[in-house]
């Protein structure tokens, strides 16, 4: 059974940084895919970015990209999504997610974690 948790959410000022992860466990996720997104408040679910477990290949959200990275760390299990420069509309529940293939990162994703909130004040 697949299970992934998030932390490091939280409140930060615009402008600032913030990093929440993503322990993953119940198998090995090798050839796995997996992917952050995000759910803001009367909005409906969006892909932030991904990556690829194997070969670390990684993907963004053109609302995002230069100011997120995705990272993995193999021998914790565990995905980070680093976020900087962060604006108010960041703001938002942000997921992590796996899935089986690594074809069409954005969509298709068989496990999601119970998210973390991230707020943004101006």
């Known amino acids: 059974q697949v299970q992934l948790v998030e932390s490091g959410g939280g409140l930060v000022q615009a402008g600032g940084s913030l990093s929440v992860s993503c322990a993953a466990s119940?198998?090995?996720?090798?050839?796995?895919?997996m992917g952050w997104f995000r759910q803001a408040p009367g909005k409906e679910r969006e892909f932030v970015a991904g990556i690829l477990w194997t070969s670390g290949r990684t993907f963004y959200a053109s609302s995002v990209k230069g100011r997120f990275t995705i990272s993995r760390d193999n021998a914790q299990s565990t995905v980070y999504l680093l976020l900087n420069d962060l604006k108010p509309e960041d703001t938002a529940v942000y997921y992590c997610?796996?899935?089986?293939?690594?074809?069409?990162?954005?969509?298709?994703?068989?496990?999601w974690g119970q998210g973390t909130q991230v707020t943004v004040s101006s």
């Open positions: 997610a796996a899935k089986r293939t690594v074809m069409a990162i954005s969509t298709g994703y068989d496990y």
């Open positions: 119940g198998r090995t996720f090798s050839n796995y895919a």
